[in-house]
């Protein structure tokens, strides 16, 4: 994503100084070119299937982004009635939403039902159950995908694991057979399709392999032609190095023929993969202090702007915009009065002057989703670059915004 010309960092053909010149800081930078690329090697990825691309808008639903991934042929994947409008508003029809969650509120439920969503991702019994009692009550007929858990290990963060027995997602499988039987001829529901979302930040492929084997063998136990399976997402991203850890050519080998075999169209639910390292967080130096103990180099971004360090224990690398000689080994810390606000820790860098620029690379997941006010700080501007242009898709906060939906 980032080049060096004469010692100065480019992203495409845009010097980052400009960009901090004219933005200010802390101001998130996405790479259209980035995105884009990361699109192609899913739908590649999938180009022997009847696949649907439906991106998680929980990593970043920024609208302008919303936007390019509509054009580049993509549905969405969301969560809340927010997340729906957002989508609507990108110029998403209902037909191009799914509707995902563990807890869904009323007003969700009756916009996917009122408006023929792609599918509702069920997620338990008592949930298909009140959406029952819905349709009847609106004359209608609701398209559910069952969220089935397959108890299988990811390999990832505890945090972020969602197909174990344990975890609060999904439906077992035992249960999901007597659910299929029950609703088969149901005059309000139709269960089009199976769903399975078993973590984000996955780097193996094999706990894939192990989730469609599952699903492909009790398919043939409910004895129902399914419309579609719902792979979910999850596919991960190198924070260390930069490149692509997950072995897409891997993923060709092993899993595609088995969804092949299931003769169902494919939907997958793509987040990080597809915005995660196409984005990056510029921040300015405050302070450099030493201790007997330790260096710190304080900047004005933290976790506010970036809580997957603290939330996580998550690595992302950090990287002076300036070349420069010298050696400084320091913790990378933001302004909040948290121990824990911290971008890095012993970290290498060349010398750092109070001014200098720093970029936090692969935030675009995750990165202003999970943002804050916490101590009163603003959320931070966003631009997307498109080669030599940059385009501000977000303002940065200011003291009106923070006001705006108080009462005194």
């Not at 990593?59 to 927010?82: M, R």
């Not at 409008?85 to 995902?100: K, W």
């Not at 029952?132 to 990832?156: C, Y």
Request: glycine letters at 8%.
């Amino acid at each position: 994503m980032i080049r060096f010309k004469s010692n100065e960092m480019y992203v495409e053909g845009v010097r980052i100084s400009d960009i901090a010149s004219k933005f200010g800081t802390p101001t998130y930078v996405y790479s259209l070119k980035g995105i884009e690329e990361n699109i192609n090697i899913i739908f590649s990825t999938f180009d022997k299937l009847d696949f649907h691309l439906h991106y998680a808008m929980k990593a970043n639903a920024n609208l302008h982004l919303l936007q390019v991934f509509k054009e580049k042929g993509c549905g969405v994947d969301t969560v809340s009635y927010g997340e729906i409008q957002l989508a609507r508003t990108a110029g998403f029809s209902p037909d191009e939403i799914v509707l995902n969650g563990v807890g869904k509120e009323d007003e969700e439920l009756k916009f996917a039902i009122e408006n023929d969503v792609y599918a509702v991702n069920c997620d338990s019994e008592e949930e298909l159950k009140y959406l029952d009692d819905m349709a009847k009550s609106e004359n209608k007929r609701v398209r559910i995908a069952l969220r089935v858990n397959p108890n299988i290990d990811a390999q990832t963060h505890p945090h972020i694991t969602t197909g174990l027995k344990e975890n609060k997602f999904g439906i077992d499988l035992a249960t999901a057979k007597r659910i299929i039987d029950k609703y088969r001829n149901s005059s309000s529901i139709d269960i089009v399709g199976l769903h399975t979302h078993i973590g984000s930040q996955i780097t193996s492929v094999e706990p894939y392999v192990e989730t469609f084997l599952q699903i492909k063998k009790f398919m043939g136990e409910v004895g129902k032609q399914f419309e579609f399976y719902n792979i979910g997402g999850g596919w991960g991203i190198d924070y260390k190095s930069g490149q692509r850890i997950f072995n897409v050519k891997e993923y060709e080998e092993k899993a595609i023929p088995i969804l092949k075999s299931m003769n169902v169209k494919i939907v997958g639910e793509f987040g990080r993969f597809i915005i995660g390292n196409a984005s990056l967080l510029l921040t300015k130096v405050l302070y450099n202090k030493h201790t007997p103990y330790k260096n710190f180099v304080v900047v004005d971004t933290g976790m506010n702007h970036l809580i997957r360090p603290v939330l996580y224990n998550a690595y992302h690398r950090i990287i002076p915009v300036e070349r420069r000689q010298g050696h400084l080994v320091a913790d990378i810390v933001g302004p909040l009065c948290e121990s824990a606000d911290f971008l890095g820790k012993d970290r290498d860098l060349t010398s750092i002057k109070r001014g200098d620029l720093l970029v936090i690379m692969d935030v675009g997941a995750y990165g202003y989703a999970m943002s804050s006010n916490y101590n009163g700080r603003f959320r931070g501007a966003e631009v997307l670059i498109d080669r030599n242009k940059v385009t501000l898709i977000r303002r940065r906060e200011d003291i009106n915004d923070l006001l705006s939906t108080q009462k005194v």
